[in-house]
């Protein structure tokens, strides 16, 4: 301990425990004050006082208590803290500074759950605060922070989706771009860069490269187009009449389950038409039979001259 002026009446006193270290427990120390006598008196006055050093309240572990700081709605939207450290305390209180009504679980612990209330959930976050009462004259401290709600993923594909295609759609192969109605809150993971995946229930390929599709096969879709694609059927495909295209978006951690939706792809042939023949009559015949047939037509329009 040090007393800048033991000779003052009114010293400045600095504990040892506030100059070399952290006060780790209470301590109690014994301040003496002697008026030594002036002749002819003999007699030393003295008094003394006992002086409390309470060591403040700490969260030992502020940095690590929240954990990812995160939590995932729409799916186990319950956050949880980490096991709060704390030391030099008399009790403790967790509260949240955004809402009155979200919902608590074990908050008398050192481990609380908490619920974020709709108001919460539609802010995309919320504050948790934990309040450190100190022992004897310390005054409490407090720790809070801003939790991220993350959104689980939002995927929507047309249902259903017609294409018309030439009798012969093979030579060059022709490809047909998809493009999701709704991508929303995904991201990137060990299964997809992009974050999302097309696949397809027939056998046909997806590329985003229409110079040269099939040496540049892509089922992540374009960041640069909206995350579309472009599918080209298999032959098998066509014979079927249509496939069924699926669209999975991996989600933003804490997040943990994919989202995917379907869509169906009808394939129509163009109509063709086979006017029959050759023909030839006479100059003298006034009419002629004419044998035409339609393929894939709803019916037969006219002929005409």
């Given amino acids: 301990m040090t007393l800048n002026d033991p000779t003052s009446e009114k010293p400045l006193y600095t504990p040892a425990s506030f100059t070399s270290t952290e006060l780790s427990n209470t301590q109690v120390v014994t301040l003496t004050m002697t008026s030594y006598a002036t002749i002819p008196c003999t007699a030393e006055a003295t008094q003394n006082f006992t002086l409390t050093l309470t060591p403040t309240p700490k969260v030992n572990n502020a940095d690590t208590l929240w954990g990812t700081a995160s939590v995932c709605a729409g799916e186990d939207d319950l956050y949880t803290t980490e096991v709060a450290d704390l030391s030099h305390y008399e009790s403790y209180a967790w509260t949240s500074a955004t809402s009155a009504d979200g919902e608590w679980f074990d908050r008398a612990t050192l481990q609380p759950s908490y619920r974020p209330s709709q108001d919460e959930i539609d802010a995309g976050k919320f504050i948790l605060v934990l309040t450190v009462n100190g022992n004897g004259v310390c005054d409490p401290i407090q720790e809070q922070k801003t939790i991220q709600i993350v959104e689980v993923p939002t995927v929507d594909l047309p249902t259903t989706v017609e294409i018309c295609h030439p009798a012969t759609p093979f030579d060059p192969v022709i490809g047909f771009e998809l493009t999701p109605d709704v991508l929303v809150n995904f991201a990137s993971s060990a299964a997809s860069t992009t974050g999302v995946k097309w696949s397809t229930g027939g056998s046909g390929f997806f590329s985003n ?21 472009i599918y080209y059927p298999s032959s098998d495909d066509y014979t079927n009449g249509q496939v069924t295209i699926t669209l999975t978006a991996y989600p933003e951690s804490p997040c943990a389950s994919t989202v995917t939706d379907t869509m169906t792809l009808i394939f129509t042939e163009e109509p063709t038409v086979n006017v029959g023949g050759p023909y030839s009559i006479c100059e003298d015949v006034t009419t002629i039979d004419l044998n035409g047939s339609v393929l894939n037509g709803n019916e037969l329009d006219a002929w005409r001259l």
């Fill in 209 to 229: 490269n229409l110079l040269d599709a099939e040496n540049n096969v892509n089922d992540l879709g374009d960041p640069n187009n909206g995350y579309a694609t």
